[in-house]
């Protein structure tokens, strides 16, 4: 393994689905949370490849970070109950293996007070691997 790049830190956001797939990275910006990963075994299939699955879970994670990440930002957090992804695509393009180092990249595309839009590019090794789009429902308090 090598060092981890710049801007990035240990991730802010843990969860019992991710914790096999420690240590996971992440940079915060204004409108967007980048996750970033050494890829290990526990993240492979019997191929010994970076598995759909991981990219996926992880992609989702990024992308409704980001979708928060700019809600708070436009000031937009008032009320805010939660953000649940109601569909989600990705197109695998390329392998990634042990030892490279994998970033999302997310872009949101729509942030309003009831739905967001957000894409994400996947590199590995700054190599294009993955690219998705999810829907996400901002879900609001009841007040």
Request: aromatic letters at 6%; glycine letters at 12%.
């Amino acid at each position: 393994m090598t060092e981890t790049p710049a801007g990035f830190s240990p991730h802010f956001r843990t969860s019992p689905v991710t914790d096999a797939w420690e240590p996971l990275y992440s940079a915060v910006e204004t409108e967007a949370v980048r996750i970033g990963f050494f890829v290990g075994a526990a993240h492979c299939n019997a191929r010994g490849l970076l598995h759909g699955g991981v990219i996926a879970a992880l992609a989702d994670n990024a992308m409704g970070l980001s979708l928060g990440q700019t809600l708070k930002h436009r000031h937009m957090v008032e009320g805010l109950g939660g953000i649940v992804t109601t569909s989600l695509a990705v197109d695998y393009i390329a392998a990634a293996v042990v030892g490279d180092w994998v970033e999302i990249a997310p872009r949101v595309l729509k942030a309003g007070r009831g739905s967001g839009l957000v894409d994400a590019l996947i590199t590995a090794n700054g190599a294009l691997t993955a690219r998705t789009h999810a829907a996400f429902h901002v879900r609001r308090d009841k007040t």
